[in-house]
């Protein structure tokens, strides 16, 4: 069994997220399609683990799949997540994506559905199971300028 170095005993879990969160970043479950705060969201930076804040996917891997989540053509790094079989759907096994560091589930990778990236890969990933860090701009002025 792998380690994770910051799961948290299922208690914590509970009290940290709500229950839409838990419900999918723990229990597997799945947010409606189209309802997601980052489904169309295309802003320069980096998209976290809600659960623990590992930083998993970057902008510029974001694409357009019009399925109804976030898609990514690649994690940040391929130690990022981890892959398991998932059997849930009767006649169709699916790629499930967790977070390596807190086995938190995340969505689905799909492979070979013809889209024009890099990977050819899809990283169907809900929402809720990502927080957004805005890349810095290099003309912002922070409290120190």
């Known amino acids: ?41 295309f802003d320069e930076g980096v998209y976290s683990c809600r659960a623990c804040g590992t930083e998993l996917f970057r902008s510029d891997s974001k694409f357009e799949s019009h399925c109804g989540w976030p898609s990514f053509f690649q ?18 096994p699916r790629t499930e994506v967790r977070c390596s560091a807190c086995n938190s589930h995340l ?22 199971c990502l927080t957004f860090v805005p890349a810095r701009r290099a003309d912002s002025k922070g409290p120190d300028a």
Request: aromatic share 12%; with cysteine.
């Open 107 to 128: 969505g689905h990778v799909f492979s070979g559905e013809g889209y024009d990236t890099p990977t050819d890969d899809r990283y169907c990933i809900n929402s809720v």
């Open 1 to 41: 069994m792998p380690e994770f170095p910051l799961d948290q005993p299922d208690l914590t879990w509970k009290e940290r997220l709500t229950a839409l969160e838990y419900h999918v970043l723990r229990e597997a479950g799945t947010e409606r399609p189209f309802t997601g705060e980052y489904t169309d969201h």
């Open 75 to 92: 994690p940040l790094a391929g130690d990022r997540v981890q892959y398991l079989t998932d059997e849930s759907l009767p006649g169709r």
